[in-house]
């Protein structure tokens, strides 16, 4: 499986970023605040582990909250370290959270 061949939808209806293939649903959810997109969780089956889908789901969502012009709050240890070991991103995180992030 190769991450190219996988298509991240926005379910603005769940409130979150999700990618489908059979029965297994990998997914970073959202919610929307007056100052901001927090991200509180994501989850990725273990058959999805390691092949970058929590990574392609997590770049398709801060590309959006980019799009939005929105500030992240990475609550999310998955989405935190991401946007710490991409620094492109750091430019998205909501001025609160920097230190947590040590960017």
């Known amino acids: 499986m190769s991450t190219d061949d996988l298509t991240v939808v926005n379910n603005a209806e769940a409130?979150?970023?999700e990618v489908r293939?059979?029965?297994d649903v990998?997914?970073?959810?959202?919610?929307?605040?007056?100052?901001g997109i927090l991200f509180p969780h994501t989850e990725v089956p273990q058959a999805f582990e390691g092949k970058g889908v929590?990574?392609?789901i997590v770049r398709t969502a801060l590309d959006w909250a980019r799009?939005?012009?929105?500030?992240?709050?990475?609550?999310?240890?998955?989405?935190a370290g991401w946007i710490?070991?991409?620094?492109?991103?750091?430019?998205?995180?909501h001025e609160?959270?920097?230190?947590?992030?040590?960017?």
């Open 15 to 17: 409130g979150r970023f």
């Open 21 to 23: 293939v059979g029965n």
């Open 26 to 35: 990998a997914f970073a959810e959202y919610r929307r605040l007056a100052n």
């Open 54 to 56: 929590g990574s392609k």
């Open 67 to 79: 799009a939005e012009g929105q500030k992240v709050m990475p609550t999310c240890p998955f989405v």
């Open 84 to 93: 710490q070991k991409h620094p492109e991103y750091h430019d998205l995180v």
């Open 96 to 103: 609160h959270y920097r230190s947590i992030l040590g960017i």
